[in-house]
């Protein structure tokens, strides 16, 4: 059981916005400006789409976007694509000489 | 170009020892910290262990505290997982990942290269 809580499938039509929250608590989320976001798509690697909270790296689409509240943080995909269809993963630091993945959300264009 | 290639997985029995690598190319090796993720079939990541850019600290995940080791060759740019006491809950598809910038500590963890993953199966 994951500390970091994700939806298990979220869907949205293209051209739609989806976001996907990623909820922890004041040990790790909300402690840290430290949650980044993965896309896998079924059998390759895992690619980093957002660190810092905010940041993009370099080549990741400006339509990926993160935010946070709290102890939730937030994926934002706007202008959903067919090639978004994907499963994505929050990571946070927890503070405790520690890493922690949330459950995973499948992403679904309807 | 920045490369990660794992290998070294395989079938092993229940209690038995096997060590992955994962050999690196196209960055300054010795100055990036690396980590050890894997993932069961069908489930999620799962953070397995970080080791500092000069080998000087490492962190494991409660789930193989005790069992695994990481380890690192800056010479020859190899980033190493010696597991023990296998487990058929450790049967996994096993990443390794690089940190995003240079010098940092588990507190900057950010993973943005990652391998293929080696295929570890635990089974008698």
């Known amino acids: 059981q994951s500390a970091l809580t994700q939806p298990a499938s979220v869907s949205g039509s293209p051209g739609q916005s989806v976001t996907i929250p990623c909820t922890g608590s004041?040990?790790?989320?909300?402690?840290?400006?430290?949650v980044s976001w993965y896309q896998q798509h079924p059998g390759n690697a895992p690619k980093l789409i957002i660190y810092?909270?905010?940041r993009r790296p370099s080549g990741v689409s400006n339509r990926f976007s993160g935010s946070k509240s709290g102890n939730t943080a937030s994926l934002i995909i706007s202008g959903l694509q067919a090639e978004d269809e994907s499963d994505y993963y929050c990571?946070?630091?927890?503070?405790?000489?520690?890493?922690?993945f949330g459950g995973g959300t499948k992403v679904t264009v309807l | 170009q920045v490369h990660l290639v794992e290998s070294g997985g395989g079938v092993v029995q229940p209690g038995r020892s096997l060590r992955i690598s994962c050999t690196a190319s196209?960055?300054?090796?010795?100055?990036?910290?690396m980590q050890w993720v894997r993932q069961a079939p069908g489930k999620g990541l799962e953070w397995v262990a970080f080791?500092?850019?000069?080998?000087?600290?490492?962190y494991y995940a409660d789930a193989v505290k005790g069992r695994f080791t990481i380890s690192r060759d800056n010479s020859n740019n190899m980033l190493y997982l010696e597991m023990n006491s296998l487990r058929a809950e450790d049967t996994a598809v096993y990443y390794c990942?690089?940190?995003?910038?240079?010098?940092?500590?588990?507190?900057?963890?950010?993973?943005?290269?990652w391998g293929t993953g080696t295929r570890v199966t635990v089974s008698s």
């Open positions: 080791i500092r850019y000069d080998g000087g600290n490492a």
């Open positions: 196209g960055f300054a090796f010795s100055t990036y910290s």
């Open positions: 810092e909270d905010t």
């Open positions: 990571c946070s630091y927890v503070g405790t000489s520690s890493l922690e």
């Open positions: 990942a690089k940190v995003l910038k240079q010098y940092q500590m588990l507190n900057y963890y950010y993973m943005d290269v």
């Open positions: 004041s040990s790790d989320v909300g402690s840290y400006n430290l």
